[in-house]
Nanobody, 123 residues
Framework: HVQLVESGGGSVQAGGSQRLSCVAS????????MAWFRQAPGKEREAVAA????????YYVDSVKGRFTISRDSSKNTIYLQMNSLKPEDTAMYYC?????????????????WGQGTQVTVS
């Protein structure tokens, strides 16, 4: 039974930083994407960033480029999202996602494993 467990959310002031973590259990992350999505109240879930297994290529939505960094620690089966220069519009529930199949990094349909989410509130 694959589990993705996020941590690190909370409240932060605008301009501040926060780091999210996602640990995958019962699944070895390799060869495919792991990603962070977010969903704000009344809005659709959107992809924020993804990292590709193997070569470690990273992808970002335009609104977070230069502010967010996705990284991984393969030995811990963990990915991270370092968020700097946070803005109120970054407020959302952040979800970790993983896939055992191919697809497009920013499409939620690509991912078959999801965490429960961690709330990030920027004021």
């Amino acid at each position: 039974h694959v589990q993705l467990v996020e941590s690190g959310g909370g409240s932060v002031q605008a301009g501040g930083s926060q780091r999210l973590s996602c640990v995958a259990s019962s699944w070895t992350y390799s060869g495919n994407y792991m990603a962070w999505f977010r969903q704000a109240p009344g809005k659709e879930r959107e992809a924020v960033a993804a990292i590709l297994g193997g070569n470690g290529l990273t992808y970002y939505v335009d609104s977070v480029k230069g502010r967010f960094t996705i990284s991984r620690d393969s030995s811990k089966n963990t990915i991270y999202l370092q968020m700097n220069s946070l803005k109120p519009e970054d407020t959302a529930m952040y979800y970790c996602a993983g896939t055992s199949r191919g697809g497009t990094w920013y499409r939620s349909q690509t991912y078959n494993y999801w965490g429960q989410g961690t709330q990030v509130t920027v004021s």
